[in-house]
């Protein structure tokens, strides 16, 4: 507020104090005042027991009551008092119209148009120039801002660490034997060397041997001993596939209930999941390990764009 | 002294003016417009409690072997992240309720939110001149969401983990561009190289909630400019405010409330057990738990993708995974658009141009009313979906048939409730003296046995509404003017 500028006076409302706006909402203000008190004390008695809660002990529901309590009580104390005890009004204010003159919105398209619009006309090249300037800051400021987070995909998506002759481990590290799992038993596998990476987790199932021949042609002897692998990751969302269903031989998502019938080279029967999930090739070693006789035909997990 | 003090501040920053007119700033009272409240309160107890999880937490995604005091998981390796949050519940005084009631706010921040939004749709209060202030709060609105899903992701834990797996996937399902935008936000190929959990961890405490902040002063401040909308009532019109002073009485009444949301939150913090990390154990990318729900708001996302068909689209040498692109980036993308834009959709559609500041009924605009009925119908069908898994368990149908129901029911109970909300409000409409409050009818006999009619006393609430509504008084003659004898009336400046 500068001292030159004349200071006009804001007109005064004055009122007298019993005047009814001013008076309070309740009709018995002794009796809010006295239950707004009350209620008070008891948020000072809590917060009082959250402190002897958190000296003696560190459970959290004495903290939360003690707490709770405290400022359930004080907050409806203060409302109390403000909704019943202060003057109760009603009160209005006037609204002003947000919008400025004509001749205010004329001067301001003018500022903008004319003054600055001439400066730029006059200096075509500058302001050409400027823009130039900006634009390819503009570009190469996104290197180090998206560029530098992380690698191109490049293959990544298409390989796995799934070779032919790796050896299938559990996750940690043990080698599986052809003898390991009973009909309809159930494991997680990895290549060796690989244990707990995420594209290459495979779900090892072991049929009966009757099963096999469901297999899609030319995948029969991609099993072995009744032993069917196929990557665990959904084709849908990535969820592992964790879920075995030994009466229908199916597998099912537990993210979105895709299911895939394993007997028939996991091709999804239900929800989501547009794709069967990959098949792993195995075979079993002369030391009676299994192994894997080829990595993936296709790029595991869910679908994306370079996918042919 | 306070006098002293406001004259030293005033003469440097000249402030009086304005904030008179800020503690006379008239609050209309609805409860109603309590619901931004909690919102805006639950968003204070969320950085408090953030503040305080922030000086345990470890965003760290290297591997070590816990040895904190919840034996179950001693000896085991674990990511610094997991060990620091279950050790920051267990080991820290008072960590457990911080935590529980951090995520507890967060929950009821979104679900203030989505109601607070559905009051000022349904009354129109988004209306010329609250355009601005509807898109900031969208805005806020999908921020609050994101951020809820970054902190969601934190502690690394298995349920946790399975999200970040299936937003990977989804950012890969986006045609084009999809695997190169997954592998730069992460950082390589799923799961990473230990880059997610410090960068959701920026974006969690710094990024996301310093725009919400940004977005909240622009929310309140709009608020104060353009001043509230009221509904209609006696001496409510377009061009005033009716209703209480910021100074002393809002203050009063929303200070009480600030305690009693805090409180509500911490007792649910403390009582009601939420995202027990320590149960579900450490993420692995090869496990997975049972019964998987993410927190209440990405609900609809999550059921729009289980009942979404296993349409992927394949040709020539390309695959567009709509079975995913579809239901988790179009659908929200309409979604949201839709919200965003509503304002204009809505005035082209009524060609209105004038400015509101009354409030609708919801009855008296039958159309916008049955079109957010539609959405919210929309909504919560896609949010049920997304446990057609325990349904069928609980109903004991087959998961197919539940799938199906609501393949349909998403397309078709929209519709529905558009039309039956548009017959209800037609029918209030018609409907006389509907919606104004009754006063009961005493029935009186008289000496000759003549039964006569009248309406009885108006109730206490009443009797507030019959004031005339009056400027804030600047200064209060303390002295009732019949007492006052020339000398010793002191007048107070307010
Ligand atoms: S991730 Fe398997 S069904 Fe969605």
Redesign the interface.
Known sequence: ?SDESPRVE?P???????????QP?A?HPEGAQAVAAIAMVV?FVGFIGFGVA?WIG?D??W???T??????A??????????YL??????????H??HSTEAERDAMTAAVVERGGMVVKRRKLLGGLLALGSATMGVVLLFPL??S?????GN??FETNWKTGSRLVT?DGREVRADDLEVDGVL?VFPKGFQ????D?VILIRLAKTLQPLQPPGRTEWGVLGYVAYS?MCT?????V??YQRQTQQLVC?????IFDVRAGAI?Q??????PLPQLPITVDSAGLLRASGGFDQAV???????? | MIDKSLRWI?DRL?IA?GG?TFL???FPDHWSFMLGEIALYSFVVLLATGVFLSLYYIPSANEIVYHGSYLPLHGQRVSEAYASSVSLSFDV??G??MR??HHWAADIFLGSIAVHMARVFFTGAFRK?REFNWIVGVSMLILGIVNGFLGYSLPDDLVSG?GI??A???V?????????L???????????NG?IIPRFYILHILIVPLLIMVLLGAHLGLLV???HTQFKGK?KT????????MF??????T??????????I??L???AQINPIWQFGQY?????????QPDWYMGWL?GA????????W?GW?????L??FLPAVIFPGIIFNILILWPFIESRHTKDLA?H?LLDRPRDRPKRTAAGAAMLMLLGMTFFASS??VMANFLELP??SV?WFFRFAVIIAPIIAYFITYKICNEMRAAEGIGKRKRAQVVLRSSTGEYTTVDSEPR?GDG?EE?E?????????????ELVTGAGVR?VMR
Not at chain 1, 12 to 22: E, T, V
Not at chain 1, 196 to 199: A, C, N, R, T
Not at chain 2, 248 to 253: H, Q
Request: proline fraction near 12%.
């Open positions: 507020m804001e005064l409302a004055p009122i007298a104090l019993d005047d009814p706006h001013l909402f009709k948020g958190y560190n959290s529901q903290q939360a009551l707490l709770g309590v405290g400022l359930l004080l907050g409806f104390g203060v409302t109390a008092w403000g909704k202060m003057p109760q009004g009603p009160f209005v204010e006037e609204r119209d947000f998206v560029r987070l992380g690698p191109k995909p990544t998506l996750v997680t707990g990476s995420s594209p987790q665990k849908h969302l990535g969820c592992p964790g879920l537990p993210c979105h209930q895709s999804p239900f929800g989501p999941a547009p794709r997990g869910p679908g994306f764009w370079e996918r042919p | 005033d000249g003016k008179r006379d700033k008239i005084k008072s457990l309720l529980q009631a001149p399975t797996r299936i990977f996937s989804i890969e399902s986006i045609p084009l561009v999809g695997s190169y997954a592998f730069f936000l992460f950082g390589g190929n799923y799961p990473g880059v400019k353009q001043k001496g377009e061009h005033n405010v009716v209703g209480s002073p002393p009485t809002f203050m009063a009444k200070t009480g409330f600030l305690f009693m949301s805090t409180a509500a911490f007792l913090g403390g009582f692995e990318p090869f496990q997975i738990s049972y019964a998987v999550d993708a289980r009942i979404m068909p296993s349409w992927e394949v040498g390309h695959t567009i995974p079975e995913v400015y500041n057609t898994d998961l197919k799938l206490p507030y004031l509504a009056i400027p804030v008084p600047t200064y209060i003659d303390l002295v009732p003017p007048r």
